[in-house]
């Protein structure tokens, strides 16, 4: 799609036929973009607080006075 009124400039747009490709490449960005990183995300950020209560509840249990 040409655009732009100065200089000459093409916009990249997606040309499906098929609807089924259109879906199929819709589900494929969706599923790279989205759910991957997130599911990345979440794994390593649950690792991350376990790590930190562990490390809080041996803190506490050096600093705590027992008789």
């Known amino acids: 799609m040409e655009v732009g009124f100065r ?11 098929l ?7 819709e589900v494929y960005m969706l599923i790279i973009v989205l759910i991957i990183p997130v599911s990345v ?8 607080c376990r790590e930190i209560c562990k490390v809080a509840q041996r803190r506490y249990h050096m600093t705590s006075a027992k008789g």
């Open 7 to 17: 200089r000459k400039a093409y916009w990249c747009v997606p040309n499906f036929e």
């Open 19 to 25: 609807e089924l490709a259109w879906r199929m490449h």
């Open 41 to 48: 995300m979440v794994v390593t950020y649950t690792a991350i």
